[in-house]
């Protein structure tokens, strides 16, 4: 595991190309796109929806880091925001509301990760299925209709601005620096990036590969619920359709930004830079007025584009 703590150079370098991509696309929009450049479109347009990318591809990235996937994240969203959204609006305290929607995440991550680490259920297969369940779930509690009217305290806490800022975007930031520093410089994360390696050397020292697999769906699950609380606040209606798509994007920004899905690699900054590259692609695209299907063209072209780097540069 000692090799996993040396400085990534190949992942510096990504990390960079990225960062240059989305300086140049940044520039070369701006002087194309009469409304790209402006505070309200780089905030608003951008920026809030990076944020709810970013949160979902934080989660999205532990679980690829192990060699997983997971496809269950918009429906654990729905299912944690509509649960959270009814407390709220039958008179439960925000605080307490928010927690239970965090738990509800948890839960989901959990059922996803035991149904892979003790039933032995290949990833892509568990979290479609729990995809499809957690979804039915969100609609049947709802009876598919919206819960409206969230109160004032939970929507500015969440969705109000901090020393000029928007709260999502300091709750992206605040996790991003927590989710590196977590995955760089803890044991727990050390751990999660050497079961992305080789899963039986790991539990041949001991280690318990079951336990630490787990934990990554967990933080999955917690990350989707926060992300749905955040535009929860920001639209102060939670709908059971929320979160629908959400699973490509993350996956989209956490490849992009370096992530490896044969595990072993990935981190927390890199799925930052692939969701801002992601977000200024789609947020031009909705200004240049090109319709949706062809923006989820762009996005598949992506992901498809990150994996075949990822395959020349797997074996460096």
Known sequence: MQAT????????????????????GALIFSFT????????????GIGLSAAINTVVAIGLTYVIITGGIDLSVGSV?????????DLMQRGTPALLAVLIALAVGALAGLINGLLVTRVKLAPFIVTLGTMT??????????????????????KQALGGTVAG??????????????????L????????????????????????????????????????AAVAALVLVAQLGAAEPILGNGWELNAIAAAVVGGASLSGGKGNIVGALLGA????????????????????????GLIIIGAMVIDRYTRGE
């Open 5 to 24: 703590k040396r400085p990534n150079v190949l992942q510096q370098v990504r990390e960079a190309g990225i960062l240059a991509v989305l300086l140049l």
């Open 33 to 44: 796109v009469p409304s790209f450049f402006t505070v309200d479109n780089v905030i608003s």
């Open 133 to 154: 369940f957690y979804r039915g779930l969100a609609l049947s509690y709802t009876n598919g209709q919206p819960i409206l009217s969230m109160p004032d305290g939970f």
């Open 77 to 85: 969203a729905a299912l944690a925001a509509v649960i959270g959204a």
């Open 184 to 223: 760089r410089y803890t044991k727990t994360g050390q751990y999660i990036l050497a079961i992305g390696g080789n899963a039986e050397a790991v539990r041949l020292s001991g280690i318990n590969v079951s336990r630490y697999t787990t934990l990554t769906y967990v933080i999955s699950g917690v990350m």
């Open 276 to 299: 801002l590259l992601l977000s200024m692609l789609q947020n031009v695209l909705t200004l240049l007025n090109v319709q949706a299907f062809y923006q989820m063209l762009a996005t």
């Open 165 to 182: 800022l928007p709260m999502p975007l300091v709750i992206a930031v605040l996790l991003v620096i927590l989710g590196s520093l977590l």
